[in-house]
T-cell receptor, first 118, second 113 residues
């Protein structure tokens, strides 16, 4: 069965520090997709990125970057020069062909609460 | 562009009362629709998903039910609320293709007294 582990429950940093959020996944499929979501204090989940299992290139979007390593089954998320507005819960998620017979579903990790202090 | 509306934003209900939460999507056709609950402690629990009108899959046996009377409308209901039904309820939609990202509404905070 698929599984997503976010071992860091809470992280606290000071503004302008870099911070990496870890995500480790388990799946038996060779084709799968990984996602990151941000949940600010207001509550809505905001989709950040989707990567497929065949594309191991790292991705950078402004201060955000993602490191996908199939060898370690990890899809880590780094925020460079963190800001107070980055404070949120961040979720990693997995979608594969074995999601109960339907790969319409996402398996979420339990989330990491990031607090960026001024 | 696509938008998802979920209401109400906040709801306080007594134990034993009925529940109806509504979610509608605009700007897309034939979406997959989802209901999640997020209890204190942050984990997201998938409650129901739907791939079409009248097609509902339940993930967890519980006191809740879902219906999809129209293509872009998804309703979460209960006949009698329990204290354990308190939580943050999120509706989401995705394109009806495999492995697509889900896009979430603003959520409903439900408190049961």
């Amino acid at each position: 069965a698929q599984k997503v582990t976010q071992a860091q429950t809470e992280i606290s940093v000071v503004e302008k520090e870099d911070v990496t959020l870890d995500c480790v996944y388990e799946t038996r499929d060779t084709t799968y997709y990984l996602f990151w979501y941000k949940q600010p204090p207001s509550g809505e989940l905001v989709f950040l990125i989707r990567r497929n299992s065949f594309d191991e290139q790292n991705e950078i979007s402004g201060r955000y970057s993602w490191n996908f390593q199939k060898s370690t089954s990890s899809f880590n998320f780094t925020i460079t020069a963190s800001q107070v507005v980055d404070s949120a819960v961040y979720f990693c998620a997995l979608s594969d062909g074995n999601s109960g017979g339907s790969n319409y579903k996402l398996t979420f990790g339990k989330g990491t609460l990031l607090t960026v202090n001024p | 562009s696509q938008t998802i509306h979920q209401w109400p934003a906040t709801l306080v209900q007594p134990v034993g009362s009925p529940l109806s939460l509504e979610c509608t999507v605009e700007g897309t056709s034939n979406p997959n629709l989802y209901w999640y609950r997020q209890a204190a402690g942050r984990g997201l629990q998938l409650l129901f998903y739907s791939v079409g009108i009248g097609q509902i899959s339940s993930e967890v046996p519980q006191n809740l039910s879902a219906s999809r009377p129209q293509d872009r409308q998804f309703i979460l209901s209960s006949k009698k609320l329990l204290l354990s039904d308190s939580g943050f309820y999120l509706c989401a939609w995705s394109i009806r293709q495999f492995n697509q990202p889900q896009h979430f509404g603003d959520g409903t905070r439900l408190s049961i007294l």
